[in-house]
């Protein structure tokens, strides 16, 4: 089993930043996926980043492409996603996403039904 916490999450007005972070916990060495999923109030749940644990390879959503950045930190557990530039269309709750299996180097940042874990989210507000 893995646990996935999200923090960072906070209000900020358009053009600026914010950085989420997901620390996974409990059997951590099996991910091969880690991501970030985001959902608009009345929206379906979105992907926006994600990168394949094994290599580092990132993968985007057109939308955010050039403005947000997922990184992973193997001394700490962690996974981030830098959030620059943001706009009022960014506004969402964000979750953390993590998968047993290699679903993102082939489906990116799509939805699956190979994702195992979610976190409870983070709520991003971005003002105009």
């Known amino acids: 089993q893995v646990q996935l916490v999200e923090s960072g999450g906070g209000s900020v007005q358009a053009g600026g930043s914010l950085r989420l972070s997901c620390a996974p916990s409990?059997?951590?060495?099996?991910?091969?996926?880690v991501g970030w999923f985001r959902q608009a109030p009345g929206k379906e749940r979105e992907g926006v980043a994600t990168v394949y644990a094994r290599n580092g390879s990132t993968y985007y959503a057109n939308s955010v492409q050039g403005r947000f950045t997922i990184s992973q930190d193997n001394v700490n557990d962690a996974v981030y996603l830098q959030m620059n530039s943001l706009k009022p269309e960014d506004t969402a709750m964000y979750y953390c996403?993590?998968?047993?299996?290699?679903?993102?180097?082939?489906?990116?940042?799509?939805?699956?039904?190979?994702?195992?874990?979610w976190g409870q989210g983070t709520q991003v507000t971005v003002s105009s």
């Open positions: 996403a993590a998968s047993f299996s290699g679903w993102c180097v082939t489906g990116g940042v799509t939805m699956s039904s190979r994702i195992h874990f």
């Open positions: 409990g059997s951590t060495s099996s991910l091969y996926c």
